[in-house]
């Protein structure tokens, strides 16, 4: 039980992440590399911040703020500069690994739960459960806080995907969506797409920074290594969550990277569960990624050699 | 109204590719004119319209739109003033947003694009009824995605939205040349509706001899980067489909072009 309500928590926090790698990746159309770096800055930034003494709230904003300038600036870099979207994704990324060490003055930072939006959690806990130490579900086990904390993420989750469908249906929503869609056409009605590219990713390493941050405070530490393979983990949510839901609507697809970003982390913790060396979890997940993003075609290509044959 | 003065184009400069596509336009062009625009591939047509509309900028001269010189002006800032048809069906609209989408997208064309609702019952309302009066019965699958519809149309909306909010100058890049016959007949004729509702300033590039003589007030026939006839008034409306085909004729000759390329010619404009 508790692995299940860590994996919901996690899973959850992380489907920021894919909100971001949604708007990059999907909305845009732009192969933002960027996420590696910018949600392990947003947790230095936050872990720093939090350590020095700042309250957790405003440390996770300046977290999500960093995270979101990394983005501009690599948008900056391709529209501004004219390098290539993958490039100038990695040079960000690579330049970010120094500044996160920078940030953090060392690789890894210890955070305690009092001092973080932990506290919350226990506030809530003691508001809903009082002094019980275990919760009953039905012959299951949990323990109260960590049901206060997966509350909490499902809130935020909601909230944050509420908040970017209602934006999605905005004007200047809807002309985001029409880049990544047409950008000849959206230029001829007047939208410097150059601009929106650069508010785009600012807006997607914003929701991926505030995962990154979200992230130290739950699991209680920074460490100079976490962005490692996120994005990677994020495309495989998104992917995972287009499959599940089955159109490219707006609605539909923000819904489905919550649904595949929890899928995702309790596929992996139970592959973990069952003895999956941690060590191999990137190369499982690459290889979930690359499964996923060719297999449909394959399905596609044989019923067609089925119909084909029926036809015969 | 439209005042091009000595526009120049090169593109490549200096190396073997070099193309002077434009070689010192000048044209003026009166409010609500209807102008058609003639030539051979290569002629600087389409050139000159992606001129006007900020494709490029140009090397030299000057376009003056409204009052308002817009010669440095980026492409997305001239939005505000015109409005585009392209050759290419698929180009003109979002394939994956919706019909009620794409069309909020084009009231909003060199607008401030805020937090506001894209797309209100009062806004779905307004366009229902433009989509209505083209008569194609789409106004009924306004929340399919565009991508759905023929190229006949999304040419079709893609001239309503060029001309939902009315521009200045609305500018037809070979809008038809893509289209079955059939379908290029239904855009003419939403043209020319659209058109004469408004009284809009339009410059039409075509292909089609048959459009150049019978639409329009004034034709421009364009050769090598400049302007070879420009014809308008009684002259324009005698004008016949073979008239212009003599004048391709004459144009031949004077460049003496070979055999050739005047069967390439009349195989693509008879």
Redesign the interface.
């Known amino acids: 039980m508790t692995l299940l309500i860590g994996s919901l928590t996690i899973g959850l926090i992380l489907s920021l992440l894919a909100f971001g790698i949604l708007i990059s990746f999907r909305v845009v159309a732009f192969d933002d590399l960027t996420v590696d770096g910018s949600f392990t800055l947003g947790g230095a930034t936050a872990a720093m911040l939090i350590a020095s003494g700042a309250h957790p709230l405003l440390a996770t904003l300046c977290g999500a703020l960093a995270g979101a300038t990394a983005g501009a600036v690599t948008a900056t870099l391709h529209t501004r500069f004219g390098i290539n979207r993958l490039l100038a994704g990695i040079l960000v990324m690579t330049a970010l690994y120094s500044v996160n060490l920078r940030v953090m003055g060392k690789s890894n930072i210890p955070l305690d739960s009092p001092h973080t939006l932990m506290r919350w959690t226990d506030r809530l806990n003691e508001i809903l459960f009082g002094s019980r130490t275990v919760l009953h579900f039905g012959g299951w086990e949990a323990a109260p806080r960590d049901v206060c904390g997966l509350l909490l993420v499902t809130l935020l989750a909601v909230g944050f995907g509420l908040v970017l469908f209602a934006f999605f249906r905005t004007n200047v929503g809807l002309a985001m969506q029409a880049i990544g869609d047409n950008s000849r056409m959206i230029r001829a009605l007047g939208v410097n797409v150059e601009w929106m590219m650069i508010v785009a990713l600012f807006l997607s390493n914003f929701l991926i920074g505030l995962a990154g941050a979200l992230l130290v405070q739950y699991q209680g530490f920074a460490d100079v290594q976490m962005g490692i393979g996120m994005l990677v983990w994020g495309v495989a949510s998104v992917i995972l969550g287009e499959s599940m839901v089955g159109t490219r609507k707006i609605g539909f697809l923000i819904t489905g990277a919550v649904m595949g970003s929890v899928l995702f982390r309790l596929l992996v913790a139970l592959a973990l569960r069952w003895g999956l060396n941690p060590n191999d979890l990137k190369l499982i997940t690459a290889a979930f990624v690359f499964a996923a993003l060719v297999l449909p075609r394959w399905v596609t290509r044989g019923s067609r050699l089925v119909r084909r044959e029926r036809h015969a | 109204m439209l005042e091009i003065s000595d526009v120049r184009k090169t593109f490549h400069p200096g190396t073997p590719n070099e193309v002077r596509a434009l070689r010192g336009v000048s044209l003026s062009l009166e409010r609500g004119s209807f102008v058609c625009v003639i030539g051979t591939n290569g002629s600087g047509k389409s050139t000159l319209l992606n001129a006007i509309?900020g494709a490029f900028l140009p090397d030299s001269g000057r376009i003056e739109l409204d009052g308002i010189e817009i010669t440095r002006w980026?492409?997305?800032?001239r939005?505000?003033l015109i409005g585009?048809v392209?050759q290419d069906p698929?180009?003109?609209?979002?394939?994956?947003?919706t019909i009620a989408?794409n069309l909020?997208?084009?009231m909003?064309?060199?607008?401030r694009?805020?937090?506001?609702?894209?797309?209100t019952p009062h806004h779905r309302g307004t366009l229902r009824g433009r989509v209505a009066s083209m008569g194609l019965n789409l106004e009924d699958r306004l929340n399919n995605p565009i991508g759905t519809l023929s190229g006949g149309q999304r040419q079709s909306l893609t001239l309503l939205?060029a001309g939902l909010l009315k521009p200045s100058l609305l500018l037809l890049d070979e809008h038809t040349a893509a289209l079955d016959p059939k379908s290029a007949d239904q855009v003419i004729r939403l043209t020319q509706e659209l058109v004469n509702r408004d009284r809009l300033t339009t410059l039409m590039v075509t292909h089609s001899m048959q459009q150049a003589a019978f639409l329009g007030d004034r034709l421009i026939m364009m050769d090598r980067g400049q302007i070879a006839f420009d014809i308008s008034g009684q002259a324009k409306r005698r004008l016949r489909p073979e008239d212009l085909l003599s004048r391709f004729e004459e144009l031949r000759r004077a460049n003496q072009l070979d055999e050739s390329a005047a069967e390439m010619l009349r195989a693509q404009y008879v």
């Open positions: 509309a980026p492409e997305h800032r939005a505000k585009r392209f698929f180009s003109g609209t979002a394939p994956s947003m989408e909020a997208l084009a909003r064309r060199g607008q694009r805020g937090l506001g609702w894209a797309l939205m």
